[in-house]
């Protein structure tokens, strides 16, 4: 088993993750940002979750992360260039935050990996279940980050188990 | 004769977002959602381009790539892969596979068009 000394720092990759994809969100953003608009959306703060599972020889786990609504519209909108309120748009929230879930536990992955914990990605998984409902085993060590953007609350867990030496 | 572009990706909201960076250029688009449906189109449509995304459900990319690999009129069909992970594990394989290159999400639209300009002509559609 791994000495916990030796294991990567969770929150740290966390928030890393986080700041890296919220960077390149805002680069795209090609006009002034104007948070509190996707907040009219219907159900702003309705929570999504996106799940993936890592795979490595070293390590199992997966990387959740949890929007509100309001940012995933705002997401899509910025991706896509629809309008917040298109039916199109809103048709496509669950897909986005699938991909933003990809997004982050690529980075997540990276950093696994710079750690000497190289693992695979399954496909995003979402769903509407809060973080704190989601059930984790106890073996399994947890970290993450969560922080405010623009108004949006935002949260990731990492969860590991670690296998071998 | 404008170039032909093949997108495969199967987050739809990344194929829209791919759809609009390339909309203002000359060029012939179109799309699959997996590496599946991505084989049939790329049969059908012989394209100059593939933009192939790496983590899907049904065929993912490297699986697709080895069969593209395999294709007699498709195997020197230049890719652009898009990767969310990149780790040098996963970039090592990525390379092995033979891409022309590789874009890490989430990417910022420069960089894509750069790799891909470098490919094929990226010319303005007002200019034809």
């Known amino acids: 088993m791994t000495p916990a000394a030796n294991r990567p720092d969770l929150c740290r990759i966390g928030e890393s993750a986080f700041t890296q994809l919220l960077c390149t969100l805002s680069q795209r953003s090609s006009e002034p940002r104007n948070p509190s608009t996707p907040l009219t959306v219907p159900d702003a703060h309705e929570q999504i979750t996106s799940s993936v599972l890592l795979k490595g020889l070293r390590l199992s786990g997966r990387v959740l992360v949890q929007f509100p609504k309001a940012f995933v519209t705002y997401a899509t909108h910025v991706l896509t260039g629809l309008d917040w309120n298109a039916a199109e748009a809103q048709r496509l929230l669950d897909d986005t935050a699938g991909e933003l879930g990809n997004m982050l536990a690529g980075c997540v992955a990276t950093h696994l990996s710079e750690d000497g914990y190289a693992c695979t990605l399954g496909t995003p998984l979402v769903s509407r279940n809060p973080l704190a409902l989601l059930e984790v085993h106890p073996e399994v060590e947890l970290g993450g980050a969560e922080l405010t953007w623009e108004g949006y609350r935002l949260a990731v867990q990492i969860q590991c188990q670690y296998v071998g030496p | ?128």
């Open chain 2, 1 to 128: 004769m404008i170039p032909r572009i093949l997108s495969i990706d199967d987050s739809k909201t990344i194929r829209l977002s791919l759809a609009r960076l390339f909309r203002p250029f000359a060029c012939e688009w179109h799309e699959a959602a997996n590496g599946e449906e991505g084989l049939a189109a790329a049969t059908r449509e012989n394209p100059d381009l593939i933009i192939l995304d790496y983590n899907m459900p049904v065929m993912d990319g490297l699986a697709m790539l080895r069969k593209l690999r395999e294709h007699a009129s498709l195997k020197r069909t230049p890719v652009i892969m898009l990767t969310a992970d990149a780790g040098p594990e996963n970039i090592a394989i990525v390379a092995r596979l033979g891409v022309r290159d590789y874009v890490i999400k989430p990417f910022r639209d420069e960089e894509l068009l750069a790799k891909v300009g470098r490919i094929i002509p990226l010319i303005p559609r007002t200019e034809t």
